[in-house]
Nanobody, 124 residues
Framework: QVHLVESGGGLVQAGDSLTLSCAASEHTFSNYAMGWFRQAPGKEREFVASISRSASITYYADSVKGRFTISRDNAKKTAYLQMNSLKPEDTAVYFC?????????????????WGQGTQVIVSS
């Protein structure tokens, strides 16, 4: 069982930056591709970004490409989402997820484990 815990959410102003962290519970962290998703009130959960096991491949939703950066530190068993130039439309609960495969992208069914989510609110 892989336990994932997100942290780093908060209330910021438009244009600010914020970094989310996703801590994993076990040293097999490097066996999983990692992804970030978000869900705004009344909307479906949507893909944000993902990174391969080796960190050699990253993939981003068009809405965040150029502003957000996904990374991972396998020694710390942690994945990150650095968010720059935040916009009010980025407001959502952000979830990290782990996929038992070398790389995963937008399909939620590819992810085996999910964190509890962390709230990000961007005011205008």
């Amino acid at each position: 069982q892989v336990h994932l815990v997100e942290s780093g959410g908060g209330l910021v102003q438009a244009g600010d930056s914020l970094t989310l962290s996703c801590a994993a519970s076990e040293h097999t962290f490097s066996n999983y591709a990692m992804g970030w998703f978000r869900q705004a009130p009344g909307k479906e959960r949507e893909f944000v970004a993902s990174i391969s096991r080796s960190a050699s491949i990253t993939y981003y939703a068009d809405s965040v490409k150029g502003r957000f950066t996904i990374s991972r530190d396998n020694a710390k068993k942690t994945a990150y989402l650095q968010m720059n130039s935040l916009k009010p439309e980025d407001t959502a609960v952000y979830f990290c997820a782990a996929a038992d495969r070398s790389m995963a992208r937008v399909d939620l069914r590819h992810y085996n484990y999910w964190g509890q989510g962390t709230q990000v609110i961007v005011s205008s």
